[in-house]
């Protein structure tokens, strides 16, 4: 053990003369306790709700869509489907038509998107497990569809409603005169289930079959206007995406999921370093507190400074102390909170004690980037707060 360790040692866990001086101790520890406990949840909070969030994205878009980047539909080739089968990445693919169209159910009206989707839709996206009420689509019944419940709510609609069909319809395309009495195609269908997701998803798409969406649309059987893909290994996404843009070419738009949700993922990511910055800064304000009481340590125990500067330790050393006072000070309290934070994670995870809503908990994660982030933090903060305060320590002020 080395001697300023054994000299800090002896000094952090001593009790002092002046009882302020050991109230301050006190204070500081218990603002590092606080600080790196909030440090912790705050960021455990915030993967807990990213991972949520992305767990909604698994339920609303594919790992990667090809979609054209000339007009809105395109023709699947025996070239195009080749190179799609080729690539071993690829786990699945399902072709999809996907169009704005008009939904009207007794006299309301809603714009939506209709998105008509084959048989194995479902192991390209999680759409079937986040059915709140009835069912996904079937093969054996025809002219069915599921609806976001954003839809249900604005249109009133709920499954089975045998005594009026939904009805979807787009504009007939062309120049000239249009029959004001028929200027639509439509299909008329049963809703059959209701999907939960985002707000925006909920209001979004009304799922059916790829041959009732290509009937709509007067598509040929081999026209679809996008291709979703399910990967083998989703943290090679961007790469096989890249693969996919050179061997398809520029007459295509190759999308990952975070491409697809942009927007999204910059949000989630933006508010989780803010909130870390805005958290580092309490913990900041916490560490004055230690620079404080590091302070009036070394005016209390300038005496014995004296006697071990006299001793024939140098102004390095006792410089040394403190540093190591300071910095055992915010260790101690960096771990108590780092404790007390994991119980807090691992309590809401197991007991769900806050809730967003009745039937929602709030929701955590424990990973140790979080936890290494934090130790981290603190630990360099620590170390320079004790480094300020010690810097007080010359000649000049020991033999005063």
Request: include cysteine.
């Amino acid at each position: 053990m080395s001697f300023p360790y054994y000299i800090a040692k002896r000094y952090l866990f001593s009790k002092t003369s002046n009882n302020a001086i050991n109230i301050i101790t006190i204070i500081a520890s218990f603002g590092v306790i606080v600080g790196s406990l909030a440090l912790f949840i705050i960021l455990s909070g915030f993967s807990g709700l990213r991972t949520f969030s992305y767990s909604l994205l698994d339920v609303s878009d594919p790992d990667i869509k090809i979609t054209t980047t000339i007009g809105k539909s395109f023709f699947i080739t025996e070239d195009l489907q080749g190179k799609l089968n080729s690539n071993t990445s690829i786990k699945e693919t399902t072709k999809v038509i996907e169009e704005r169209v008009f939904l009207e159910y007794n006299e309301k009206t809603e714009i939506a998107f209709i998105k008509g989707v084959e048989e194995n839709y479902t192991n390209i996206s999680k759409i079937d497990s986040s059915l709140s009420v009835g069912t996904w689509l079937q093969e054996d019944f025809s002219n069915t569809a599921v609806i976001g419940r954003g839809i249900s709510n604005k249109l009133s609609l709920g499954i089975l409603n045998y005594g009026e069909p939904l009805k979807i319809m787009i504009p007939k395309p062309g120049k000239g005169f249009i029959n004001p009495r028929n200027p639509f195609f439509k299909i008329e269908t049963q809703i059959v289930g209701v999907y939960l997701g985002t707000e925006e998803f909920e209001s979004k798409y009304v799922f059916t079959s790829i041959e009732q969406a290509r009937a709509l649309l007067r598509y040929k059987d081999n026209q679809v206007t996008a291709i979703e893909l399910k990967l083998n290994n989703t943290e090679y996404s961007n790469d096989v995406a890249d693969n996919l843009r050179t061997n398809l070419g520029a007459g295509f738009k190759v999308q990952t999921k975070e491409q697809l949700n942009e927007v999204f993922y910059k949000v989630i990511n933006t508010e989780n370093f803010v909130s870390y910055l805005i958290f580092t800064l309490i913990v900041i304000i916490a560490l004055f507190n230690v620079i404080g009481a590091i302070i009036m340590m070394i005016i209390d125990k300038k005496q014995n400074l004296k006697t071990l500067f006299s001793l024939g330790a140098t102004i390095k050393e006792i410089k040394k102390i403190f540093i190591l006072q300071g910095f055992l000070l915010t260790f101690v309290g960096m771990s108590v909170g780092l404790f007390l934070g994991i119980v807090t994670v691992f309590i809401q995870k197991k007991f769900e004690v806050f809730m967003i809503v009745p039937n929602l908990a709030y929701p955590v994660e424990f990973r140790f980037t979080n936890l290494l982030i934090v130790f981290c933090t603190i630990t360099i903060l620590g170390f320079i707060a004790a480094k300020i305060a010690s810097s007080r320590i010359s000649a000049e002020f020991i033999e005063k």
